[in-house]
């Protein structure tokens, strides 16, 4: 049966600290039900769009698919997140069979629902590291067009009801979720 827990998450929290900083990112862990390990990045200097085939930047990351639908430094970052998360974890699960047998989950978030990964392009000098820029006020950096199928979802949920036929912008659905969330 899947475990992880918050000793488990301290002991690899250092390590993953020094990798965002090596990529120029921010981003937190967290332990979810006791049985996986969550990686979610807010911020930094990665484009995440520019690197996969995506258009948002809130998003999961598909950690069995990460060789074939990313390119470039997120490729490099996100192998390397998840082979530290998976440190001590093993898989002897048998999909034929519908057997699942892992020591722990390992799930890798770009943003959250309502807090998009923002990308902070860094300003290099020649020669040096970039360094990732202050954390921007905006939480939405395209409000404009429809919404998008997770603020319906997320509008769904709060208020039970079908905004879909509504036609709502970005920022009308923005404005709506701000209000019942407060």
Not at 133 to 155: F, P, R
Request: hydrophobic share 35%; charged share 30%.
């Amino acid at each position: 049966m899947a475990y992880y827990s918050q000793e488990m998450k301290k002991a690899v929290q250092p390590e993953m600290k020094k990798l965002l900083k090596e990529y120029g990112l921010k981003g937190s862990l967290s332990v979810r039900d006791h049985r996986s390990v969550v990686l979610t990045i807010k911020s930094g200097a990665i484009d995440f769009n520019k690197s996969s085939n995506a258009d948002d930047y809130n998003r999961q990351v598909n950690v069995y698919w990460i060789e074939n639908n990313w390119t470039g430094k997120a490729k490099e970052f996100l192998l390397k997140a998840k082979k530290l998360l998976n440190t001590g974890n093993y898989d002897n699960s048998d999909i034929m069979t519908d057997y699942f047998d892992v020591g722990w989950y390992v799930d890798i978030n770009l943003g959250k629902w309502d807090q998009p990964y923002v990308y902070e392009p860094a300003k290099t000098a020649k020669g040096s590291k970039p360094k990732a820029k202050k954390k921007s006020t905006k939480k939405w950096t395209n409000l404009e067009g429809e919404a998008t199928k997770k603020q319906l979802w997320a509008l769904f949920c709060i208020t039970k009801k079908d905004h879909r036929n509504m036609s709502l912008s970005r920022q009308e659905a923005y404005n709506m979720l701000q209000e019942l969330t407060a």
